[in-house]
């Protein structure tokens, strides 16, 4: 009697098929707890409301794409000055690396160098992004972070060294003794190796839509008031009444910022 051999299928192990099943996983991992932060931001000291453009993600005829998730908080004025210093510019670009690790469990991790930070997934083997030394621009009532884009295995081959990361906020007096601030994280020009190695709608239906869940997760979460410390300290220097009266631009130190502490990783 005669068997049929099965033929077994060409494997798609490359960068393509990693990074998918990474975005399958963290999109796991976000929707375990989402609930969980949902029910935790009924009493916070300011109040967060997610008003991103009706198409926050556009891709580009060449691949680039552009995300922009927007959130406005409303704070009360005198907090809002307690928080309006260089030095919290900062703290909040670490705030940012800071929830990455913590809404994957720990899984996704910040390495800190000397002129880069990379994301990685559990260690440096599996670097999903690498990025160059953060830049600022303080204005008095606007502030920028801005990360290059270096390389990474969420990143196509093409698109190496193209783009970039950035938080920007600003802030507007409003009436009745509360302020208004507005948080815009950006990611522009980037070509992601999913969109590349498979296409564009797998890329929109993983590490898209990944993107803007966690991204809008991150911009409620700031209705904390909970900022994690840089341990740079790049912009303390700044924090004279009238270091901001004039634009000014500032490149990170060559100083190594301590990357997050392991226990960090399974706080809430």
């Not at 927007?70 to 670009?93: F, G, M, Y």
Request: hydrophobic share 45%; net charge positive; glycine share 6%.
């Amino acid at each position: 009697m005669l068997r049929r051999t099965a033929r077994s299928r060409p494997s798609r192990t490359g960068p393509a098929g990693i990074t998918t099943a990474v975005a399958t996983l963290v999109l796991f991992l976000f929707g375990a707890i989402g609930a969980v932060l949902r029910r935790r931001r009924r009493h916070l000291p300011a109040r967060a409301a997610i008003v991103s453009p009706r198409k926050s993600t556009v891709i580009a005829a060449d691949g680039a794409v552009r995300s922009a998730q927007v959130a406005e908080i409303s704070i009360p004025d005198d907090r809002l000055e307690e928080l309006w210093t260089p030095s919290n510019l900062e703290n909040l670009a670490r705030t940012y690396w800071r929830f990455l690790t913590r809404v994957t469990l720990g899984l996704v991790r910040i390495i800190y160098g000397r002129r880069e930070r990379a994301v990685v997934l559990v260690s440096s083997p599996l670097t999903l992004l690498r990025f160059d030394s953060p830049e600022y621009l303080l204005e008095a009532d606007h502030g920028n972070v801005r990360w290059r884009i270096h390389d990474g295995l969420l990143v196509a081959r093409a698109g190496r060294g193209c783009g970039f990361l950035a938080l920007d906020v600003s802030r507007q007096r409003i009436a009745d003794g509360v302020s208004k601030l507005r948080i815009e994280v950006e990611v522009a020009n980037f070509y992601p190796s999913i969109a590349a190695g498979l296409s564009i709608p797998v890329y929109m239906v993983t590490q898209g839509v990944i993107h803007v869940a966690v991204t809008h997760a991150f911009l409620r979460s700031l209705a904390k008031l909970d900022l994690a410390e840089s341990k740079v300290k790049a912009l303390a220097a700044l924090e004279a009444p009238d270091a901001l009266e004039a634009p000014d631009t500032v490149e990170a130190p060559d100083a190594v910022d301590a990357p997050e502490p392991a226990d960090t990783a399974a706080q809430p």
